[in-house]
């Protein structure tokens, strides 16, 4: 079996590609001189929300009476029933983010015959409900069927949120598709794909690509962000599918949303990356 390695520029997280028949797999080296992990914590306690509040359309900061946000068995259930989302109390910068999630079997208008769609936001700052009434501005890594680890500019549409990846020659529709070792694009609005993302997706209901990271609906799976200065990094199940530097802002709350679907989160852990 051929491999090719490749080295991915980055700010300060130095990351080797292989690709092996067509399909990237990854050696997590973002650590280096400059950076160690620290402490980790945390960020869901398995009993409640604490640290966290609910923010829905329509119906501001906590006022959740459909139960859209709730804890169950030590999992955090997200009905998807109405649009909004869990925010953390307090901003983060350089760390790595790990989310354990699971789709669950409900879907609701107008998304019920739609594929699963929900999402983590990171370096989320300014107003609740800032962007369409629902997230603050920020800097999404998607969580939906075929599409996780897209990143989604949820911007003002200014500079004040962009990203910079290297990206393939061909579109995804107007959707740039990450690629190491392309060229560089910047976008402040819109989305860059993950490197597999089917050519071929389609808005509905259980889609699966020939090449998913991601895995079928109900099991378990694990996204991890890795936050260092300018730099994003997601890894989803272990392997890297997006990458963005010259990342702006670069710190902020955690958002993790509620978008139509059911979807349950176990552990939500946050490692510190400090200066060695």
Known sequence: M?????LILSFLIPLTLIMEDGNAQVTKGYENALY????????FNGNNLDGWYVFLQDRGRNNDPKQVFT????????????????????????????VQFKWGEKTFAPREDKTRDSGVLLHSQGKDGGY????????????????????????DGTDKFS????????????????????????????RINWYGRDPEWKDELGFRGGRDVEKPVGEWNLLECV??????????????????????PKKGKIQIQSEGAEMFVGKVELTALTKN
């Not at 369409?132 to 911007?155: K, L, R």
């Not at 393939?168 to 819109?190: C, D, H, I, L, R």
């Not at 936050?227 to 702006?248: M, P, Q, R, S, Y």
Request: with cysteine; charged share 20%.
């Open 163 to 190: 990203i910079t990846s290297p990206v393939a020659s061909e579109k995804q529709g107007s959707s740039p598709v990450f690629q190491p070792g392309g060229e560089y694009v910047t976008v402040n609005k819109g």
């Open 227 to 248: 936050v260092v200065g300018e730099d994003i990094t997601i890894f989803l199940n272990g392997i890297l599918v997006n990458h963005a530097t010259n990342v702006k």
């Open 2 to 6: 051929k491999k090719t390695a490749i």
């Open 36 to 43: 160690k992990e620290g402490k980790t914590t945390s960020l």
């Open 71 to 98: 804890v169950q068995d030590g999992l955090i259930r997200i009905s998807g029933e109405e649009w909004g989302c869990i925010t953390t109390d307090k901003n983060y910068k350089n760390y790595k983010l790990a």
């Open 132 to 155: 369409s009434g629902i997230w603050m501005n920020s800097i999404e890594c998607q969580i939906i069927e075929g599409g996780t680890g897209d990143f989604i500019v949820v911007g």
